[in-house]
């Protein structure tokens, strides 16, 4: 059943609400929706979009990282490398890319800082040459 942007937002927001209630201290990244391509059922990337930007604020209103996902996107449309025929579900090499701007951020976020001068920066690969994000240091 599909469900509404507010729907998904909703479930998120008491997803959060458990998890903060059971262990306050938990490091708590949402995934923001990966692109997807229009099909017969659906009508494109417009409450994709909005949902993403919906999900960013209630990261930012509850001190949660938000994981985005810019490689699913060349040149201002989906990589089909990504996505399967029917506009919806990834393929493998989408399901590897998703794990791995997930596993970067989660890495990001629980490495401490021993260098006060060193912050952490998730930097996306070009599409070109790689599927993967990788994490580098910028001087402060």
């Not at 458990?18 to 229009?38: D, F, H």
């Not at 990337?45 to 996107?73: A, I, W």
């Amino acid at each position: 059943m599909p469900r509404t942007p507010g729907q998904v937002l909703d479930n998120f927001a008491k997803l959060v609400d458990i998890i903060r209630k059971q262990n306050p201290r938990a490091v708590v990244l949402l995934s923001g929706v990966t692109p997807r391509y229009r099909n017969r059922r659906r009508q494109g990337r417009g409450n994709q979009d909005s949902l993403n930007e919906k999900v960013k604020h209630l990261c930012g209103e509850n001190g949660l990282t938000y994981v985005g996902h810019p490689n699913f996107m060349s040149s201002g449309r989906v990589r089909q490398e990504f996505i399967a025929c029917d506009g919806l579900h990834l393929r493998p090499a989408g399901q590897k890319q998703l794990a791995s701007d997930i596993i970067c951020a989660l890495w990001v976020c629980t490495q401490p800082l021993n260098n006060p001068t060193r912050l952490p920066l998730i930097t996306p690969t070009t599409p070109t040459t790689s599927t993967t994000s990788r994490v580098t240091y910028a001087q402060a």
